[in-house]
């Protein structure tokens, strides 16, 4: 079956520490997108990219990279510079970005 | 003032109750979906749509471009139908693109 997955559904972390959030397709798309999703608050751009090797800042990358060394994967590191980390953490994908989104199933970030 | 704003921000209906939801936004767009986000987080696109109307089986999307207006209706609701329901607008290729999303409407129907 094709889809996105994204893993671990839940993850704790301690405060200062570096975390990784997966994200991967089989959906052979071009566009990945991540988003992060606050209690009460619409979903905010934190990078997306439209082709392998390149990568680009949404509306709130401060404190967050990526890389996008193969088609399917789109790696997320929420770094120690992120001042509220804990977050419902979503990845997306499209044929290419000026098409529908298919949405993996997220992450939930605690940080303690 | 959101660039989408939706309404209402909460929703109860009876099960077999006709349900609309409101969409409006500020910009001018390429594109407007709507997505269904169930309890457990995962996120399903309903549809995607630029103008006129779109049905798929008991729901019903519809846009007015001239007055920056979408609404997602449910015809005969089942509680299976409980989730949050999420507008989001497209911007023009000068706007590059990106998605702005408003801050969803949580609909309940009760058995």
């Known amino acids: 079956d094709g889809g996105i997955t994204q893993s671990p559904k839940y993850l704790f972390r301690k405060e200062g520490q570096n975390v990784t959030l997966s994200c991967e397709q089989n959906?052979?798309?071009?566009?990945m997108y991540w988003y992060r999703q606050d209690p009460g608050q619409g979903l905010r751009l934190i990078y997306y990219?439209?082709?392998?090797?390149?990568?680009q800042k949404g509306d709130i990358a401060e404190g967050y990279s990526v890389s996008r060394e193969k088609k399917e994967s789109f790696p997320l590191t929420v770094t120690s510079a992120q001042k509220n980390p804990t977050a419902f953490y979503l990845c997306a994908s499209s044929i290419w970005t000026y098409e529908a989104q298919y949405f993996g199933p997220g992450t939930r970030l605690t940080v303690l | 003032k959101n660039e989408v704003e939706q309404s209402p921000q909460n929703l109860t209906a009876q099960e077999g109750e006709f349900i609309t939801i409101n969409c409006s936004y500020s910009?001018?767009?390429?594109?407007l979906h709507w997505l269904q986000q169930h309890p457990g987080g995962g996120i399903v696109s309903l549809f995607m749509l630029s103008s006129g109307k779109k049905k798929h089986g008991r729901l019903i999307a519809t846009i007015n471009i001239q007055e920056k207006h979408s609404s997602l209706h449910i015809t005969a609701s089942h509680p299976r139908d409980s989730a949050v329901y999420i507008c989001?607008?497209?911007?023009?290729?000068?706007?590059?693109?990106?998605?702005?999303f408003g801050g969803g409407t949580r609909v309940l129907v009760k058995p």
């Open positions: 990219s439209q082709i392998v090797n390149d990568f």
């Open positions: 959906l052979n798309h071009d566009a």
């Open positions: 910009v001018g767009i390429s594109a």
């Open positions: 989001a607008v497209r911007g023009r290729k000068a706007a590059g693109n990106k998605l702005t």
